[in-house]
């Protein structure tokens, strides 16, 4: 992100990001804290290809997509970007392996590689044998794996989450984190949106976003 500006209404705009520039590294684990209504959110937003800046460009990897139209940059966010959110966000009646292949749907794959691709990212994350199970016979902690192995199938250039251990006790949090290094590891840059206090200190650097700005870098 180079000098990014996010502002919304007309009459009376309210900015939500004022003149940000991050940029987040292959093999990255990237903490972004701040308080609620802070910023986080938005940034992470608009570094996923969700929402546009209101100003500013944001490149991935070195290509600037801002001024794609929006099936092009639907193309480059299915191709290089996963996210995990707080709330899983899985399909009820679809199987784990079924959520983590809706991430392949817009890949040009056939459905045969697309089930192998999905075994095995949910075989990086211990839930290769709940293949078949749905969001409802799984635990929290699970769904948010199931979520993880999502992000991860297409092998993207970086993660993005938002609070993906808000909703979870102390050892699930554990171990999705450690499940996020790991992809680290594996030279994808993730990006964390959290309150959590461990991440922070696990995290290779954090940033801190206070009323739309950056700053705390270290």
């Known amino acids: 992100m180079r000098s990014v500006w996010k502002s919304y209404g007309d009459a009376a705009p309210v900015t939500a990001l004022a003149d940000v520039s991050l940029a987040v590294d292959e093999g990255e684990l990237l903490a972004v804290t701040g308080r609620s209504g802070s910023g986080k959110s938005t940034l992470l937003g608009i570094m996923g290809l969700l929402d546009r800046p209101s100003s500013g460009e944001v490149l991935v990897d070195g290509i600037a997509v801002g001024g794609l139209p929006d099936a092009k940059r639907s193309r480059t966010r299915a191709r290089k970007i996963g996210f995990v959110f707080q709330q899983f966000y899985l399909i009820g009646h679809l199987d784990a392996l079924g959520n983590v292949e809706t991430a392949l749907l817009y890949r040009g794959i056939d459905r045969g590689e697309m089930r192998e691709m999905a075994a095995d990212a949910l075989q990086r994350v211990g839930l290769g044998h709940r293949g078949h199970h749905r969001p409802g016979q799984l635990s929290g902690g699970e769904q948010q794996r199931v979520a993880i192995a999502r992000a991860l199938v297409g092998d993207p250039s970086v993660v993005l989450a938002d609070e993906p251990t808000g909703n979870l006790d102390t050892d699930n949090a554990g171990l999705v984190l450690r499940y996020l ?9 993730v990006v964390i949106a959290t309150h959590d206090p461990d991440i ?19």
């Not at 922070?200 to 270290?218: E, K, L, M, N, W």
């Open 181 to 189: 290094e790991e992809a680290a590891d594996g030279k994808v840059g």
């Open 200 to 218: 922070g200190a696990r995290a290779g650097r954090v940033v801190t976003v206070r009323d739309g700005q950056i700053v705390a870098p270290s």
